[in-house]
């Protein structure tokens, strides 16, 4: 299994995401993934820079491959611009970029006007964004008449040698089908078994699947269940909340049914190293092929250091 580190956009200014990328690099993490927002899930995470900005400066600091976890290329950015955006990246990173996609959530869509739509046209929607922009990275001038874009005389002339791979996220059947038919991989947050199966039996076969999970360093878990709540306590919200809740405002109003003690189902608080192991392995036997890490509060060198000190030589 591949172990990444999670760069949260949504609570870290861009110079410390690029401090935690070199830091990741050094500790010996593998891999990177990025967060992709407008806003932030709350007002106290209090950050969400332009994630492609951030990850042309990522490719300038360390040399890890990063995967986009995940970006919605349907309403608030039209797919071609996205595809051109995921090109140069590709270029810049000399290869080493995943584009991680996803149907989205209102918190970051809804900002021009936009109407939200409902799960099966999202679905719909990111289907033809994704035949889009592989279109585009054929290179050549593209002219699309879909149900949903259009797209006139365009061309992406900063192309990498090969596209980019695209992978899908899905927490749904209907999301997972749709990975399994046009994703590169597979990207969840949960270690969820079946959803593995379902999609490696519905087409997705070997193809990569990756996951990620929430850490809170401290010195001990309460105090790190402080610090989680405090940050995060979105992480407690059920179901489709999070697909449709429009603003931080209206997650910091649906988090004030989360109790503190729910932290600890939703992250590893603390720095016990079995317990970050503990998890790992869950999504190991998920069948999950790739990990990756998120620190949340100011404690992030603790994590990179634990990781470094006793937890990758373990699981290695």
Request: proline share 7%.
């Amino acid at each position: 299994m591949r172990i990444g580190y999670f760069l949260s956009t949504e609570e870290y200014t861009p110079a410390e995401l690029l401090e935690q990328a070199r830091g990741a690099e050094r500790a010996g993490f593998e891999a990177l993934w990025i967060s992709d927002h407008y806003h932030p899930w709350t007002d106290a995470q209090g950050q969400s820079p332009f994630v492609w900005s951030v990850i042309g400066a990522l490719s300038q600091v360390c040399q890890l491959p990063v995967t986009t976890a995940v970006t919605c290329p349907t309403v608030r950015i039209h797919p071609a611009v996205v595809a051109q955006a995921a090109a140069t990246s590709a270029v810049m990173h000399s290869g080493r970029f995943v584009l991680g996609v996803g149907s989205g959530e209102a918190l970051n869509e809804h900002i021009l006007g936009d109407a939200w739509p409902q799960t099966d046209v999202r679905l719909e929607m990111l289907e033809e964004a994704v035949e889009v922009m592989r279109e585009l990275w054929r290179g050549g001038f593209v002219n699309h008449h879909g149900k949903h874009y259009t797209v006139e005389h365009a061309r992406i002339y900063t192309l990498p040698e090969t596209p980019p791979s695209v992978y899908v996220s899905g927490f749904g059947p209907k999301a997972v089908d749709l990975a399994a038919r046009i994703g590169d991989g597979f990207v969840n947050t949960s270690p969820d078994a079946e959803l593995v199966r379902r999609f490696r039996e519905n087409g997705g076969g070997d193809k990569p699947c990756q996951a990620g999970f929430k850490a809170a360093y401290a010195p001990t878990e309460e105090e790190g269940v402080r610090i989680a709540y405090e940050r995060w306590p979105n992480a407690g919200v059920p179901g489709e909340l999070s697909q449709v809740l429009p603003s931080p405002r209206h997650f910091e109003q649906a988090a004030e049914l989360v109790r503190p003690e729910m932290m600890k189902d939703a992250f590893v608080c603390g720095r016990d190293t079995d317990a970050h192991l503990a998890k790992i392995e869950e999504y190991a036997k998920a069948g999950f092929d790739e990990v990756y890490v998120a620190n949340t509060g100011p404690n992030w060198q603790g994590l990179l250091d634990l990781y470094q000190r006793e937890v990758l030589p373990r699981v290695r």
